[in-house]
Structure formats: C-alpha cells, structure tokens
Nanobody, 129 residues
C-alpha cells in the first residue's frame, strides 16, 4: 500500500497560480501512474490530470488543459500539479491518487476513479473572484 500526502493548497485570486505537491511513501512510486482529482461543494469528484509511470505521457481534463501541468519527480517520490490562470470554478478539494496499474499509459480508459486505488486526504484550493 502507499501513503499519499498533499500540500500546497490555499486561497488565491482569480488569474493567480498555485502548485500542489503530493508526497508518496510505500509501494514503488516510479512504476505507477499518478493522478489528481477534485471535488467541489455539492458536486461529484472529477478527474483533473494524470501522468504515467516514468512520464511516458500525460492526460488532462478539458476544463484544465492549457492551464494546469502535472509532473513527477521519481527521485523524490513526488507528483506536482502546477495550476495557472486559476478561475473561481477551480475551487475544490484536490486529491492525489495512485493508479492501480503499473507500466500503463494514462488516457480516458485508465483515469476513472476506479483505476486509482490509493488516495490522499485532500488539500483545499479556493479561488476568489
């Protein structure tokens, strides 16, 4: 099993930037894809971005494409989400998650909630207008 701890959330004005981090411990980090999801008040949790093992590829939700960038540092067992041009509708609790599947590309078939078996506790991101 893996333990995931997110950090970097906070309050930012619209148009601003934040960088989320997710530190992993436990199961071999580099062999598994990593993802970010978010859940706004009163809404279901939704996919944001994912990155495959050893950065074979990345995949984004249309709502964040061009504004958010996911990256990973396998030496530090950490995945990041750089969020630029933030909008009030980006306000949510952001969750880091590890894929159940090793050595697998990330795309629309491998980034459902059920494809991720380990989750962090979440970090709040609030974007004011």
């Amino acid at each position: 099993q893996v333990q995931l701890v997110e950090s970097g959330g906070g309050l930012v004005q619209a148009g601003g930037s934040l960088r989320l981090s997710c530190a992993a411990s436990g199961r071999t980090f580099k062999n598994y894809g990593m993802g970010w999801f978010r859940q706004a008040p009163g809404k279901e949790r939704e996919f944001v971005a994912a990155i495959s093992w050893i950065v074979v590829n990345t995949y984004y939700a249309d709502s964040v494409k061009g504004r958010f960038t996911i990256s990973r540092d396998n030496a530090k067992n950490t995945v990041y989400l750089q969020m630029n041009s933030l909008k009030p509708e980006d306000t949510a609790v952001y969750y880091c998650a590890q894929s159940r599947w090793a050595y697998t590309r990330v795309d629309h078939t491998t980034t459902t909630e059920g494809d991720f078996g380990s989750w962090g506790q979440g970090t709040q991101v609030t974007v004011s207008s």
